[in-house]
């Protein structure tokens, strides 16, 4: 059975950080790309950050320079540092898996960010 498990949301002010945890299981996680998308009130789902299975990463741009996503194969756990937390990143966080052409998300995290 394939689980993605999140952890590490929750409520910061402005300027402050979280990191995030997702642990899968039931996967080859080495040869999935991961990736973390957000999703806020009343917008769509959107990507965040996303990792290759060799460590190449790459992010949106309203988080670049401030968001750092990592992976460690050996323990089925992709993670993503945020910094400078503003306002507009309070949404639910999902970690994910792209593979054979299909995304497949974890249940999510809230994070809210105070002003």
């Known amino acids: 059975q394939v689980q993605m498990v999140e952890s590490g949301g929750g409520l910061v002010q402005a300027g402050g950080s979280l990191r995030l945890s997702c642990v899968a299981s039931?996967?080859?996680?080495?040869?999935?790309?991961m990736a973390w998308y957000r999703q806020a009130p009343g917008k769509q789902r959107e990507v965040v950050a996303i990792?290759?299975?060799?460590?190449?990463?790459d992010y949106q741009d309203s988080v670049k320079g401030r968001f750092t996503i990592s992976r460690e194969n050996a323990k089925n756990v992709v993670e993503i540092q945020m910094n400078n937390l503003k306002p507009e990143d309070t949404a639910v966080y999902y970690c994910?898996?792209?593979?054979?052409?299909?995304?497949?998300w974890g249940q999510g995290t809230q994070v809210t960010v105070s002003s």
């Open positions: 994910a898996r792209i593979y054979g052409g299909k995304t497949y």
């Open positions: 990792i290759s299975p060799g460590g190449v990463a």
């Open positions: 039931g996967i080859d996680f080495s040869i999935n790309v």
